[in-house]
Every structure is written in C-alpha cells, then in structure tokens.
C-alpha cells in the first residue's frame, strides 16, 4: 500500500488561476517531497520540506505541511500551460532509505 | 553536470524473457535507486544500491535483481518476465542514502511485456 495520498486526482483550471493539491501520509516522516511528471517520463524535483518545518516556497510553488495531521499542500500560482502534469509527493520515513509516493494528482490547465 | 541517463527508452519483451535495464547516475552522486511505475499508479520502490551494495528493497521478487559499478552507474535486471512487469522503470540517483535532498530522476524505460 502507498504511505501517500493525493487529493484530488485530477484537477483542470485556467490559465492564470492558482491550483491547489493536498497530500495525506500515513505515518512519521523525515520530510516530504513533491514531483511534477510530464506525459508519463521522468520526475522532477520540485521542493523538499522537512518535518520540523510549516511552509516553503520555490518561485510559484507554496508547500505546507501539518505534521499533526500528517497532510502538506501545493500550490501553485498563476498557472501556466507548461504546468500541465501529474504532480507526485512522496514521503521519506522516519530511518528509511526510500520514497514513498502516492498515486498523484494530475493537473490540466487550459489556455 | 550531466544528470540521469537511463537506456533504452522503449522495450518489448516476451513473457519469459530477460531484460536489462541501463542507469548513468548524475555526477557526484554516489546511490542509485530503481522504481517501478505502473500505469496511473505512484513509483513503486524497488531497490537502492549505495556504493556497488545493495541498500535497501522493496517488495519486489527475486527475479528483479540489480547491480552498481565502480562508477555509480546501475543496471536493473529482470528474470522470466512477467505480463505485470509492463511499467515505466525509473531510476534515480543522489549524493547520498539520506533522503535530505531530492532524488534526480532519469526519463525512464518504457519495458512493455507481450
């Protein structure tokens, strides 16, 4: 079973609209980690937050994380076409060696 | 700085068969993971490899084994294909087996079992 869960699984908004996706996890973690796939090819990093921290952002991208209600946030500002993907987050253990990911979120974004 | 080249990119292969999977890791990185990815599913675990040792696997069979060079490159091997082994293997490299930084993903191979 994955430790994570995106909601919702998918999205579609305008361009210029902000997208917002949750992710809930199952046990303690070390940090969260969120990635943007494109068309089904390689990961890509997007921002890393670890646990003893509330909020981070990267450019447009704003990540929360609640660890009392094991649960982050992604948001993304202004979207733009380029930011259609399925977005992943992926939860790193407490003394573990591996990501766990959840089965993400794809987002579509309309010109 | 070169990042994460995997080969090849596309695969068929007959149930039963074996196939070989390639990885060149990013430069300065010295731990290479593999995942398995089904369709509209998350990356699954497969294995870690950090310094030409395995690290750490997930729940994969036997016949899913692995390798790592003096170079940090990697190869994934798997044994009597599987109609369920059809997925996107991605591999990906860091600077260490802490999870502190994130992973550099390759584009993956795409290994189609018919």
């Known amino acids: 079973s994955q430790q994570g869960e995106e909601d919702p699984q998918a999205l579609s908004i305008q361009e210029g609209e902000n997208a917002t996706m949750n992710c809930s996890y199952k046990?303690?973690?070390?940090?969260l980690q969120w990635y943007r796939q494109n068309s089904g090819r390689g990961l890509v990093h997007l921002i890393l937050?670890?646990?003893?921290?509330r909020e981070k952002h990267s450019g447009r991208l704003r990540v929360t994380l609640d660890t009392s209600k094991k649960s982050s946030s992604l948001l993304i500002t202004a979207s733009r076409a380029a930011d259609t993907a399925s977005y992943f987050c992926?939860?790193?253990?407490?003394?573990?060696?591996?990501?766990?990911f959840g089965a993400g979120t794809t987002v579509t974004v309309r010109a | 700085e070169t990042g994460v080249t995997q080969s090849p990119t596309h695969l068929i292969k007959t149930r039963g068969q074996q196939v070989t999977l390639r990885c060149s890791s990013q430069?300065?990185?010295?731990?290479v993971s593999w995942y398995q990815q089904a369709l509209g599913q998350g990356p699954q675990f497969i294995f870690q490899?950090?310094?030409?040792?395995?690290?750490g696997r997930g729940n994969f069979p036997p016949r899913f084994s692995g390798l790592q060079f003096p170079n940090y490159s990697s190869e994934l091997n798997v044994n009597a294909l599987e109609l369920d082994d059809s997925a996107l293997y991605l591999c990906?490299?860091?600077?260490?087996?802490?999870?502190?930084?994130?992973?550099?993903f390759g584009s993956g191979t795409r290994l189609t079992v018919v």
């Open positions: 490899y950090y310094r030409e040792e395995e690290n």
């Open positions: 990906a490299s860091s600077p260490g087996t802490f999870l502190n930084y994130g992973y550099t």
């Open positions: 430069s300065g990185h010295n731990t």
């Open positions: 937050i670890r646990s003893n921290e």
């Open positions: 046990t303690s973690i070390n940090n």
């Open positions: 992926a939860t790193d253990l407490s003394n573990d060696y591996k990501l766990s």
